[in-house]
């Protein structure tokens, strides 16, 4: 009897033992971030940091009577665009205005948010959609 419930005993340690290292496989290689989001730049950085291939294609300063700017970047040659504003409530309100408007997409719309940005990726790729929930978590209003 003894010796069963070492061996129950052991088999439960290497069991959780083995969940542990999976996860942690799991996680490794995907680098996020904790921080504030405050500019593109900052985007930028946690897409290349996982592995993407990022060109700017269109870059603007935020406009005073906007309180956003609006960015057009290529991430794995797919066009992202990418909203800084000037605080998180204009984020917030800015993304739910374009999500609720009556704007006909060519694509599925997958809207992110996080701080001061604010995403818009018109598209279905997985591979994408999971880097972007990286920079800014889940998609928001799908």
Same mark, same amino acid.
């Given at each position: 009897m003894k010796n069963k419930k070492t061996s129950t005993f052991k088999n439960i340690i290497l069991l959780l033992i083995l969940i542990l290292i999976l996860s942690s496989c799991a996680t490794k290689g995907s680098k996020n971030t904790e921080k504030d989001l405050d500019n593109l730049d900052q985007v =930028? @950085?946690?897409?290349? @940091? *996982?592995g993407a291939d990022i060109n700017i294609k269109e870059r603007e300063k935020i406009q005073?009577? $906007?309180n956003y700017s609006k960015n057009f970047i290529t991430v794995n040659e797919e066009t992202v665009q990418v909203y800084e504003c000037t605080d998180s409530n204009t984020a917030q309100k800015e =993304?739910? *205005?374009i999500a609720n408007s009556a704007i006909n997409w060519n694509s599925t719309p997958n809207y992110f948010q996080k701080d001061k940005i604010f995403i818009i990726y018109i598209g279905k790729t997985d591979s994408l959609i999971n880097l972007l929930k $990286?920079?800014?978590g889940e998609p928001q209003y799908n």
């Open positions: =930028l @950085e946690i897409l290349r @940091e *996982n005073p009577h $906007l =993304l739910k *205005n $990286l920079v800014a």
